[in-house]
């Protein structure tokens, strides 16, 4: 069975800093997309940032550019999020995912993880 694990959530004052981690569990991905995405209470789930299969290209929602960092680690077939200067609209649950159907920035991945929250008070 493959599984998508998120870990790293958590409550973080504005201004500063997590690390997300999902570790790939049953298949490896390494020569495939993956990508984060996030849903906040009440809104739909939103495209934060992907790489691609080979991690030579990355891509970022306008609104995390510049503070986002996404990044992969094949040898443990794990894909990060570092997220610097948090600001409270960053609190949502935040997803992996792996394997696009369609775009990068589409939610139509083919696997996802369970999620896990990340709360930034102000």
């Known amino acids: 069975q493959v599984q998508l694990v998120e870990s790293g959530g958590g409550l973080v004052q504005a201004g500063g800093s997590l690390r997300l981690s999902c570790v790939a569990i049953?298949?490896?991905?390494?020569?495939?997309?993956m990508g984060w995405f996030r849903q906040a209470l009440g809104k739909e789930r939103e495209f934060v940032a992907a790489?691609?299969?080979?991690?030579?290209?990355?891509f970022y929602s306008d609104s995390v550019k510049g503070r986002f960092t996404i990044s992969r680690d094949y040898a443990k077939n794990t894909l990060y999020l570092q997220m610097n200067s948090l600001k409270s609209e960053d609190t949502a649950v935040y997803y992996c995912?792996?394997?696009?159907?369609?775009?990068?920035?589409?939610?139509?991945?083919?696997?996802w993880g369970q999620g896990t929250q990340v709360t930034v008070s102000s």
């Open positions: 790489v691609s299969g080979s991690g030579y290209s990355t």
């Open positions: 995912a792996a394997v696009p159907r369609i775009n990068y920035d589409h939610p139509s991945y083919d696997y």
């Open positions: 049953g298949r490896t991905f390494s020569m495939k997309a």
